[in-house]
């Protein structure tokens, strides 16, 4: 058992002490925009080991490297192209993950022996500033136990991983809530592997075209390949059993009580997640406000919190969005808590 610290990441000597723990092969959990990292020297094998085990990750899916330059970022692929640069002039910092092929200065355990890296630029100064003391880019995967769901405060990653790493870095409530987005840079036409707060449409924007992968909302089919390993892994899902209720706004509300009372009288402990607009309809029964139905960014900051705190019921009903923009983003992380379970 290793004495997990807690500390500020507002303090220039905590994230100096943190930098330090990473350098000496160390785990320190540090927040970013997205989603709490669990970070270790990224060109350190051993260390990156450590990550794994700390986890309960599967070692066939691979680690994202945050870096705080492009320049330095760069001479992690083995050669760049030119949609690298379109791309990190707009988005980074920010929360967009890039892959391509992976210079041999990578560690294998860090891609899990694919031939291509992970790389992101995260947008939040504690992060930078720690990528920076360390002067090395940080092997980071999201700071939770492997399936569980992704941390958005330090309290999250504490309850998940108290005594498993050196330290947390607390940094308050991360903005965004869900993972970057990843894009795969392989082909000739980028594919997105996994949706987030850079949405299709501003990929579109600065570079034409992208794919989406059709892994995002379905499940996947073990006789191919996973274009990304972390999509057959089972992912998100809190200590109950996620429901995604579907339907349009106008019938989505009913829908959701009416199974709720059907799973009460079975003798099942159940609550909604549901929109600010049906709270009043919710009011007689147990529910949170993930938030506004006109705003899918709010239901994407509060998704992994929310489920957090749903672990004392038998049964948790979530209200589904419309895949635009975000909403993407969000249905791809919902419809995998829910193993893929609509009503
Ligand atoms: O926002 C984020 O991306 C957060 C914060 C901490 O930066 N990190 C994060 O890491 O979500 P993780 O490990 O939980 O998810 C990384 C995803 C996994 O689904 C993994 O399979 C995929 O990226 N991935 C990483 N390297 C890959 C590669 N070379 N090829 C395909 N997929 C890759
Ligand atoms: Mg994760």
Redo the contacts with the bound molecule.
């Keep these: 058992m290793k004495n997990t610290k807690l500390l500020s990441a507002s303090s220039d000597h905590d994230i100096s002490l943190c930098a330090k723990v990473i350098q000496d092969g160390g785990l320190v959990a540090f927040p ?1 925009e ?5 970070g270790a020297d990224g060109l350190n094998a051993d260390a990156v080991s450590g990550i794994f085990r700390a986890k309960g ?1 599967p070692q066939d ?4 490297l ?1 870096v705080s330059d492009v320049d330095r970022a760069s001479l992690l692929y083995s050669d760049v192209p030119d949609v690298f640069f379109k791309l990190t002039d707009v988005f980074w910092p920010g ?1 967009l ?1 890039l ?1 391509y092929k ?1 210079s041999p200065v990578v560690p294998d355990v860090v ?2 022996g ?1 031939d ?3 790389l ?1 630029m ?1 947008d939040n100064p504690c992060a930078l500033r720690l990528i920076r003391e360390c002067s090395k880019p940080l092997a ?4 939770n136990i492997s399936g569980r769901p ?1 941390p958005t405060n330090a309290r999250h990653v504490m309850n998940d991983l108290d005594g498993r790493i050196d330290a947390v870095l607390d940094g308050g409530e991360c903005r965004l809530g ?3 987005t ?1 894009l ?1 840079l392989m082909s000739d036409v980028p594919v997105i ?2 949706p ?1 707060a850079v949405t299709p449409n501003m990929l579109c924007a600065v570079i034409g075209e992208v794919d989406i992968a059709p892994g995002i909302l379905n499940p996947h089919d073990d006789t191919t390949p996973a ?5 057959k892994h089972k992912h998100y899902a809190p200590d109950a059993d996620v429901y995604v209720v579907s339907g349009d706004e106008s019938e989505i509300g009913i829908k959701a009580i009416s199974a709720y009372d059907e799973y009460q009288k079975s003798g099942l402990g159940c609550i909604i997640l549901g929109s600010i607009e049906n709270e009043a309809l919710y009011a007689e029964r147990k529910n949170h406000v993930l938030g506004s139905r006109k705003n899918p960014e709010s239901f994407c900051a509060e998704l992994f919190s929310k489920l957090r705190l749903c672990e004392e019921y038998d049964v948790v009903l979530c209200e589904a969005l419309p895949m635009d923009d975000m909403g993407l983003a969000y249905m791809n992380r919902l419809l995998r808590a829910a193993e893929f379970k609509v009503i």
């Design positions: 970013t997205t989603v709490y990292g669990l990750r899916n691979p680690l994202i945050h929360p993950t892959i992976k891609s899990a694919l291509t890296v992970a992101r995260p980071a995967p999201s700071a992704s869900v993972e970057s990843v795969s592997l996994r987030g274009l990304s390993p972390g999509m």
